[in-house]
């Protein structure tokens, strides 16, 4: 079992930089898939990225493509979501969680977020 916390979120301008990360607990990180998801103020949760165990691939979907980049450090059982290029759309409490399949089945357990907001 593995227990997520996620810090690095802010108040951001439009075309800036955050990097988010999630420190996880429990012996098995290094052999979980890992994903970060976001809920924007009224609109349901969404996938924002995934890596594979050895962090070798990524997987994004097209609204964060070649904006967000997803990597993680199993040596400090640490995933890591940098964002660049911020629009104001991408304001979102982000969370990430572990993922029972390929590419954003998110685990049945989340932890508490970290909020960034992107002003205009």
């Known amino acids: 079992q593995v227990q997520l916390v996620e810090s690095g979120g802010g108040l951001v301008q439009a075309g800036g930089s955050l990097r988010l990360s999630c420190a996880a607990s429990?012996?098995?990180?290094?052999?979980?898939?890992m994903g970060w998801f976001r809920q924007a103020p009224g609109k349901e949760r969404e996938f924002v990225a995934a890596i594979n165990r050895s962090g070798s691939v990524r997987y994004y979907p097209d609204s964060v493509q070649g904006r967000f980049t997803i990597s993680r450090d199993n040596a400090k059982n640490t995933v890591y979501l940098q964002m660049n290029s911020l629009k104001p759309e991408d304001t979102a409490v982000y969370y990430c969680?572990?993922?029972?399949?390929?590419?954003?089945?998110?685990?049945?357990?989340w932890g508490q977020g970290t909020l960034v907001t992107v002003s205009s």
């Open positions: 429990g012996r098995t990180f290094s052999s979980e898939i």
């Open positions: 969680n572990v993922l029972r399949n390929w590419p954003r089945t998110p685990s049945d357990t």
